[in-house]
C-alpha cells in the first residue's frame, strides 16, 4: 500500500516549520545573473504534493525573471524562535481561473482591490525540490528535507 502524498512525513514537517509564517522573500534570477528579492504572502497551506502558491500580477517583473529562469528560492525567518527556512524550488504561472477562485482569500484585497477580475491576476506556483532548515541557537548545523522523489512520482 502506497503511502499518499498529505501524510508523507516531508510535507508535514514543511507545513510545520512553516506554520505562523505568512511572509516570505522570494529570490528570482534576472537575466544578467543579479537576484531579486521581494516579500511575498504566502495564504493557503502547501499542497501535499509540495507545493507553494503566491499570488501575483502577471506582467511584474519577477514573472519574466521566472519565465527566463525558473529556479527560485523562498526565505522565511522568525528570529524570535530560531525559526530560520530556505525553500529552493521550481516555479512557474498560472492564470487558471478555477485555481485563482479556489485559493482567493479575503484579504488579498487589500493587494489586489478588483478582487478575482484583477486585471493580470495570476499565481506563482512553487513546486519545492529541497529545503534547509535551523530551527535553534544550540546548532548552527543546516537540517535538509529533500522533496525530489516526491516530483518523481
Not at 514543511?14 to 505568512?22: A, F, I, P, Q, T
Not at 519577477?62 to 530560520?84: D, T
Not at 530556505?86 to 484585497?109: C, F, N, V
Not at 537540517?143 to 512520482?153: A, C, G, K, N, V
Amino acid at each position: 500500500m502506497t503511502q499518499s502524498l498529505d501524510t508523507k512525513p516531508q510535507v508535514q514537517e514543511l507545513r510545520k516549520l512553516l506554520e505562523g509564517l505568512e511572509c516570505g522573500m522570494l529570490t528570482t534570477v534576472d537575466d544578467d545573473g543579479t537576484l531579486h528579492s521581494r516579500p511575498m504572502s504566502m495564504w493557503n497551506e502547501i499542497d501535499n504534493d509540495a507545493t507553494l502558491w503566491f499570488f501575483t500580477l502577471a506582467n511584474s517583473h519577477k514573472v519574466v525573471e521566472i519565465q527566463h529562469h525558473q529556479q527560485v528560492n523562498v526565505s522565511f525567518s522568525a528570529p524570535n524562535q530560531e525559526r530560520y527556512v530556505s525553500i529552493l524550488g521550481t516555479a512557474q504561472l498560472t492564470k487558471d481561473r478555477h485555481q485563482l477562485a479556489e485559493k482567493w482569500q479575503p484579504k488579498l484585497q487589500t493587494w489586489f482591490p478588483q478582487g478575482i477580475d484583477e486585471p493580470n491576476l495570476a499565481l506563482l506556483k512553487v513546486k519545492v525540490n529541497k529545503v534547509d532548515y535551523w530551527e535553534s541557537s544550540s546548532s548552527f548545523m543546516p537540517q535538509t528535507i529533500s522533496f525530489l522523489e516526491l516530483s518523481h512520482r
